[in-house]
């Protein structure tokens, strides 16, 4: 690793996270920055052979500064680049795949407008590895080096991505007809906003439309899968069979049957396996991967099936790492993350939205009568401030308590205890029997930690 010192301009958290970069604009994201690491990249980039890169973006004003910027990195290492505008993080993966480029979208999720991110995609469309973010971080610490004009590298735009997306997503869809279905969609003023409404129109649904009216500033302002009252109400208030909200980049969701009740990831999975013989796809699903925080109701569930079941870290990254080692192409995590690897290279939405559809047609669309004979074990989940969470989950007191109230439970419930990847929280989760019971001993917990640290 290279013994330079880091720059003035580099934030004090400049390398690569869980998912990419992500960070506030005024300090991690600023534009100097970001140059830099458009020219660390496309350096690194050209040594894999690499010479083209396609940028897509969220609705966040600072998408503008951050392109423009990561744009100049690039083409001052001899990089082509093919802009896209706004494209959810998995169209912005297809594209890469089907133009054989590598990939990147400025994007921070289900954050608020304030901050912006980066992830990578390689021309395989799928993110970067461990392996190729280090290499970046360590040439983003070398002095620039610049190459001859005439190999500098050019930039132009992709007029038609969106369509071209657009037509992915409906071929997924096997002339699925959605006509009869009053559908309430939430696009969190985000990357889906110009997408998602034509896929859905295009499959002849009656459609009601919740943030599609980006502003630069109003992603995930109480809406989008995070904030899922606005749709509920909508829901509701329309009569609709159902609501789909996405988060800002369009890579997870939540569902709202048509009582209002919230559906979360592990409903979708549910969902997805239980009516798999009312997919025309009819895929088997040999495996299924889920995370650390997935409901104990749904392992159960796949073992009754014969169908073997993972568990991961939290994160859609290491979700489709174990898919990819295993062959399997169903995973995903209660937060909306849905991996669909028959079809796509990531946790994609809208592809999941299809297919969730598809599966329910022959219940008239009716997705609590898949669910009805599915009961989660109620959860409740405590998360707060904690100085080094790493090493009061290994504190020998601490696990002496937790062993105490998993021994209460037995084969009725589980605790997990974790730190926060981007914060320093401490995350105690139980499940139990009952709501009652499962907010007490997370709260028994969670009072002990407390005063044992």
Not at 99 to 110: E, W
Not at 136 to 144: G, K, M, Q, T, V
Not at 419 to 424: F, I, L, N, V
Request: aromatic fraction near 8%; include cysteine.
């Amino acid at each position: 690793m290279s013994s330079k010192k880091r720059p003035d301009y580099f934030p004090l958290d400049w390398r690569f996270g869980t998912d990419g970069i992500r960070g506030a604009i005024e300090s991690k994201m600023n534009p100097l920055f970001m140059v830099k690491l458009g020219w660390a990249a496309g350096k690194i980039l050209r040594e894999e052979g690499v010479e083209s890169i396609l940028i897509g973006k969220d609705t966040r004003i600072s998408g503008y500064m951050i392109e423009s910027a990561l744009e100049s990195g690039f083409i001052s290492a001899g990089v082509n680049v093919t802009l896209v505008g706004p494209m959810p993080t998995p169209g912005v993966a297809y594209l890469a795949k089907s133009t054989n480029q590598a990939g990147l979208v400025i994007t921070a999720s289900h954050n608020r407008f304030s901050d912006n991110g980066i992830k990578f995609f390689t021309k395989d469309g799928f993110k970067f590895d461990y392996g190729l973010e280090k290499k970046i971080e360590d040439f983003l610490l070398e002095n620039n080096s610049f190459i001859n004009s005439v190999e500098l590298g050019k930039a132009s735009r992709l007029e038609d991505a969106q369509q071209m997306y657009i037509d992915f997503c409906l071929a997924a869809s096997s002339n699925l007809d959605l006509s009869g279905l009053t559908l309430v969609i939430d696009c969190a003023n985000g990357a889906n906003y110009s997408v998602a409404p034509v896929v859905f129109k295009e499959l002849g649904c009656n459609l009601i439309e919740i943030g599609t009216s980006p502003d630069g500033i109003n992603i995930n302002d109480d809406c989008g899968s995070t904030n899922p009252e606005k749709i509920q109400k909508e829901v509701i208030s329309n009569g609709a069979d159902l609501g789909i909200a996405f988060d800002g980049d369009g890579d997870r969701l939540v569902l709202v049957d048509r009582h209002g009740k919230i559906l979360d990831g592990d409903d979708l999975l549910y969902t997805l396996i239980s009516t798999n013989g009312s997919d025309p796809d009819k895929k088997s699903y040999q495996g299924i991967v889920g995370t650390l925080m997935t409901n104990k109701s749904l392992e159960l569930f796949l073992e009754r099936e014969g169908i073997e079941f993972l568990r991961t870290d939290v994160g859609d990254k290491y979700v489709l790492r174990a898919l990819r080692e295993r062959s399997w192409i169903l995973g995903g995590e209660p937060s909306g993350h849905i991996i669909c690897l028959d079809h796509t290279t990531t946790g994609d939405a809208l592809i999941a939205s299809v297919k969730v559809l598809k599966s329910l047609k022959s219940l008239d669309f009716d997705i609590s009568k898949a669910l009805e004979n599915f009961t989660k074990l109620p959860q409740e989940l405590i998360s707060f401030e904690v100085n080094n969470p790493h090493k009061i989950i290994m504190n020998s007191e601490v696990r002496s308590e937790v062993s105490k109230v998993e021994k209460k439970l037995g084969n009725k419930g589980r605790v997990l205890i974790r730190p926060s990847g981007t914060e320093d929280l401490l995350r105690v989760m139980v499940e139990a029997s009952t709501k009652e019971l499962a907010e007490g001993l997370a709260k028994e917990i969670s009072d002990f930690i407390r005063r044992a640290v």
